[in-house]
Structure formats: C-alpha cells, structure tokens
C-alpha cells in the first residue's frame, strides 16, 4: 500500500513549456486534490475532484487544468508555464469530503 | 470559511508535552477542528480531528474549550522528529465542501 504517490519528484521548465504532474492513489479513494505551496505559506487548493470523469476548480485553478480519466490518478497540467507557476505541488485523497485527506511528497517545480 | 490564529513559533524540550493553541472565534456549529503538520518539506500529514469533545489518538490529545472558539493540540512527550509547522484547520462535516483551509501555522521546534 504505497499511499498517494506523485511523479515526477522535481523538474524545471522554461518559460512556455507544457507539462504534466501526475498523482495516483491506492486506497480508492473517491477524492482528490491538487495544491500548491509557495515559499511562508500554507496550501492553496488548484483543483479538486469528487470521483471518476469529475474535476472542479478551487481557490487558484488559473493556468492549470487537471483530468480524473481513472479513479485512482489525477493529473494536473501546465499548459504554457509561466515563473509565477514555480512552487511545491502537493496532491492528496480522501475517501469522502469531510474524512482525512492524505498526501503525497510533493513535486517541485521551477520555471525559469 | 471560519479563520483561525495560530503562533507563528513555539519551542518545546525535548521529553517534555507541547501544547500548540489555536483560536477560532468564528468557528460554526458544523465545523471540525482538524490539525495537520508538515515535517520540513514533506506532504502534510494528519494528526487529529475534534467536533466538541475532547479527543485522543495514538499521536496527540485534542482539546476543545467548551464554546468552541479555541482548541490546543498537545504532543505529550515531544521528540525532535516531531519539530514541524502544524496546522489548525476548520472543516464542513457535509457533502460539497472540499476545501482544507490551510493558514500558515505554528513552526514547533523541539530543542535537545
């Protein structure tokens, strides 16, 4: 049971780039989330989802846009990166939207 | 969203209990109190949650003032892999509210 795993780990873009972060659970969970943490501050959320073909958007979503094809990934995409886009993404599930969220190890992420 | 007021810092010895405050005067009657903490720079990780009464698991004791409006997290005997920024974050019980709100939280760091 690995949990909520993210690839990759770390990477940097240039300016314009496109990329994908990718976040998989294995706990069946119907929710998942994407946040960022920039530098002094806590997470903000991106984007979110309730289950299997469902995405919403949360408190930052703009530049980004996510897709939940399979229940137990989410991935979050960076159409065109921009430098205010370099920050530590955290994805996390959760079973139902009250109960626990669990976190993966975060993907670091510059944009130069 | 009910906010919450955290310390930016606290010390604590190592052996002795940590006692982090958190008040939330706003906080509404269907709200819990999650914490969460974050060790370096690692996915936050859930420790404990409460709705009024008091609360204890294998990690941390919960306690919640009787008007709801301030709560502790106490680490019993603090060790130094506990040194982490905790959270103190309010939560809807009901289907449709996804968001953790997380603020910037109290740096604990437990000395030798």
């Known amino acids: 049971n690995a949990g909520v795993t993210q690839t990759p780990k770390f990477r940097v873009l240039k300016t314009g780039q496109s990329m994908t972060l990718l976040c998989a659970q294995d706990?069946?969970?119907?929710?998942m989330y994407w946040y960022r943490q920039d530098p002094g501050m806590g997470l903000r959320l991106i984007h979110y989802s309730v289950g299997e073909g469902t995405t919403a958007k949360g408190e930052v979503p703009d530049g980004y846009n996510v897709s939940r094809l399979k229940k137990q990934n989410f991935l979050l995409g960076l159409e065109s990166a921009a430098p205010s886009q370099t920050s530590v993404y955290f994805c996390a599930s959760s079973r139902t939207s009250w109960e626990t969220q669990y976190f993966g190890p975060g993907t670091r992420l510059l944009v130069l | 969203d009910a906010k919450t007021t955290q310390p930016p810092s606290m010390d604590c010895a190592e052996g002795r209990a940590a006692n982090l405050p958190c008040n939330h005067s706003?906080?509404?009657?269907?709200?819990?109190v999650y914490w969460y903490r974050q060790i370096h720079s690692q996915g936050p990780q859930y420790i404990i949650h409460g709705l009024k009464n008091n609360e204890t698991n294998e990690m941390a004791s919960l306690i919640i003032t009787e008007d709801r409006k301030s709560s502790t997290l106490i680490l019993p005997h603090a060790t130094l892999r506990d040194t982490a920024v905790y959270y103190c974050?309010?939560?809807?019980?009901?289907?449709?509210?996804?968001?953790?709100?997380f603020g910037t939280g109290t740096r604990l760091t437990i000395i030798p």
């Open positions: 706003t906080i509404s009657g269907n709200e819990y």
């Open positions: 706990m069946n969970h119907e929710y």
């Open positions: 974050i309010f939560k809807v019980s009901n289907f449709g509210n996804e968001k953790l709100t």
